[in-house]
């Protein structure tokens, strides 16, 4: 009995030991999507100054495909030691899971979360030359003509999509939705008048609209938004219970050493806080967020279970 409380006792000191000395090695930040998007920018704003304050390198590794669940799968099966991270969007966590009938992991159960990173309301957008000049046009419009409105996303199963989804359910209203493969393409239709309307990511398409290119008619957020201060909230605009934003954050795999997860929390949100990071983010859109890694889970929950009533009630799937 004394041999295994020694024994036990040695390797709680061998733990702590090694979550005080972390990182000793790099550590390895997986983004589940390609190169350029609003995730992966959050993971190189990020590397460089966890990698300035540790010494040890923090590399970024785009694992791509299957709507995020590649990368998601590959760090839930990583070693729980405080070397792999996931920098995801709100997909892999609470949205791809009601899509598909099977998924490699369960995201309520197989990580540990760190915390939210940031997190950017969307807004609706029209082409400039569009006739709709409000929600209230879109509305009519929609009532008038069902199935007939186009409204534009990166793809199904994206925050843009289960917005419109969502945006049509409280309006009591249908609208036909055209997926695309990503952001960029869906915003060139729009700004040439090949789709409708859209909802998208106010970082996205900011640049845009500043342009003249797009015209905002609301945003999903509870109150306004600084870069776009005349655009009124869906709920201004007399619709209801649209408040929506895409999220990006940070997971480990489930077990990490509670000293390391707690060190790896205060770093991240040291970096994120770093003030050319929230300027960077802040000036295109982005809500900084840093919460807790309890805060996190229970937000984590709230929003699984939020879209999993959204996509049942829409009758969405992607397989």
Request: proline share 9%; hydrophobic share 40%.
């Amino acid at each position: 009995m004394k041999k295994v409380l020694l024994t036990a006792a040695l390797t709680l000191a061998a733990l702590g030991a090694s979550a005080q000395n972390w990182p000793e090695k790099p550590v390895t930040l997986v983004v589940p999507f390609p190169p350029g998007g609003s995730t992966d920018q959050v993971a190189r704003a990020i590397g460089p100054r966890l990698t300035e304050k540790f010494k040890q390198s923090f590399l970024v590794d785009n694992k791509p495909g299957a709507t995020g669940t590649i990368g998601a799968t590959f760090v839930q099966r990583a070693p729980a030691d405080g070397y792999t991270f996931l920098v995801t969007s709100l997909g892999p966590l609470v949205i791809v899971p009601h899509l598909l009938k099977s998924l490699p992991y369960d995201p309520t159960k197989d990580f540990d979360f760190i915390t939210v990173a940031v997190q950017s309301p969307n807004v609706l957008v029209v082409p400039a030359s569009s006739p709709h000049k409000s929600v209230a046009d879109v509305v009519a419009h929609l009532k008038a003509h069902p199935n007939k409105m186009s409204f534009a996303s990166a793809g199904n199963g994206s925050s843009d999509h289960l917005t419109a989804e969502l945006f049509w359910q409280q309006t009591g209203t249908q609208g036909v939705h055209i997926p695309y493969k990503g952001g960029a393409p869906a915003h060139t239709d729009l700004i040439g008048n090949q789709v409708d309307a859209s909802f998208q990511n106010v970082n996205s398409v900011i640049q845009y609209i500043k342009a003249g290119k797009m015209r905002p008619l609301a945003i999903t957020s509870p109150k306004r938004s600084p870069v776009l201060p005349d655009v009124p909230t869906l709920a201004e605009a007399g619709v209801k219970n649209v408040e929506v934003a895409s999220w990006q954050a940070i997971v480990a795999p489930k077990g990490l050493p509670p000293a390391v997860r707690q060190k790896a929390h205060a770093a991240f949100v040291e970096a994120l806080n770093d003030p050319k990071v929230k300027d960077q983010f802040v000036s295109i859109g982005f809500e900084m967020v840093t919460n807790t890694p309890e805060e996190f889970a229970a937000f984590q929950r709230k929003e699984y279970d939020r879209w999993k009533t959204v996509i049942q009630t829409g009758k969405i799937s992607i397989d």
